[in-house]
Every structure is written in C-alpha cells, then in structure tokens.
C-alpha cells in the first residue's frame, strides 16, 4: 500500500463525456501532482499543488482541469478529450513541494478516449 | 535530445545476473531519483540521492556529480525485478523524467 489511491483503475470515455479523476493521499503529504504517462514516452508533469495552491500548470490544455478542494484529495476533470489524450494518469504526493522531498505514487488511472 | 537518457532501452537477462542500467542528464540538478514500475502501472521509489552510493538490498545506485551520470545496479537479479526502471532528475522545481529501461529477468 503506497498510501496514495486514485480511482478509477480503468475509464474508457467518449470524446464528449465529462468524467473526473480522483486522488486520494493518506500520508500527511502538503504538495500533489498528477502526472500524464503516454505509450512510449517519459512521464510529463501536468500540475502542482501545494498547500491547496496550483503552483505549476506545464501548458496543459484547457480539457483537463484540476481541483484540489484540501491537502489529501486532488482532483482532474476531464472534458472533450480527444484520442490522443489515452494515457495512464498518475498522482503522486510529497511532504512538501520542495526539490528533495521524496514522491509517492499512486497506482494510475489507464484512461482510454473512444 | 532529452534532457534525461537511459540506456539501455530494453535489457533482458538471466536470472543471477549482474544488471547495470544507466542514465545521463544534461542539466544541473539537486537530487535524482530511481523509479521502477511494474507492468500494472504502480510506481515505486526505489533511491532519491544527490552524491555517493546508495544500498538497499540487492540494489545499489551511485551518482557522479561532475560527469552527470547515474547507475541503477541489481545483484542476483530475479524475474520478480522484471519492471521498467525509471530516472528522474531534480532541475528547477520540478522532476524531469528519462524514457525508461524495461528490464527482463528469465528464470
């Protein structure tokens, strides 16, 4: 158990669903991230949260759409995505949003976009 | 050119074998990491370092600083550490992550 869980495991949407993403952290943890991990090509940071605050957006379209309402849950909203937004999304959390802080992983979410 | 390379891409091995996977990078960094993935999907941290060696049982991580060069070291490899072994360097704020190696241990 890594102490980070995200739900669902698994989605399959069409390009006109609206769905969410959730992201759950049960180690204290004050910064979240969610990461996009496409087939064949190193994992991209999307966002930062620290203390509830974004504090990094790395030029993601405007379709995902973060919320992180406290400093265990973390959100991604999902609206007219298109198939080449299929990916497995993971989040991950550290103690703080500092450049030693260890990350923590969840397992991800294999999104696929019909 | 990425800013992270892992070599090799894929490596498959026998079990009991000595692994070595390596990595470079082309930036200054504070800390990098080592990351192994299985096929479900979970990541783990396996090492965070930013000089020397490290050891956690039958792995071993060693960084150079002023050649910017890190290696992942398995001994008595097992086909439980077949996975794909993931580099990440700190640079400015943020974790920049190499492509992978998937690693394949055969009984």
């Known amino acids: 158990e890594t102490g980070v869980t995200q739900t669902p495991r698994h989605l399959v949407m069409g390009m006109t669903n609206k769905k969410s993403l959730k992201c759950e952290q049960h180690?204290?943890?004050?910064?979240m991230y969610w990461y996009k991990q496409s087939a064949k090509k190193p994992l991209e940071l999307m966002f930062v949260?620290?203390?509830?605050?974004?504090?990094e957006n790395n030029s993601v379209p405007s379709r995902f759409s973060p919320e992180c309402p406290n400093s265990s849950h973390l959100f991604l909203h999902l609206h007219t995505l298109q198939p080449e937004d299929s990916a497995l999304y993971l989040c991950a959390s550290s103690q703080s949003y500092r450049t030693q802080d260890e990350q923590y992983f969840g397992p991800g979410t294999r999104l696929t976009v019909t | 050119k990425n800013e992270v390379e892992q070599s090799p891409q894929n490596l498959t091995a026998q079990e009991g074998e000595f692994i070595t996977i390596n990595c470079s990078y082309s930036v200054g960094i504070s800390a990098l990491h080592w990351l192994q993935q299985h096929p479900g999907g979970g990541i783990v941290s396996l090492f965070m370092l930013s000089s020397g060696k490290k050891k956690h049982g039958r792995l071993i991580a060693t960084i150079n600083i002023q050649e910017k060069h890190s290696s992942l070291h398995i001994t008595a490899s097992h086909p439980r550490d077949s996975a794909v072994y993931i580099c990440a360097v700190m640079g400015a704020q943020k974790l920049v992550f190499g492509q992978g190696t998937r690693l394949t241990i055969n009984p």
């Open positions: 949260y620290s203390l509830e605050e974004r504090v």
């Open positions: 180690l204290g943890h004050n910064a």
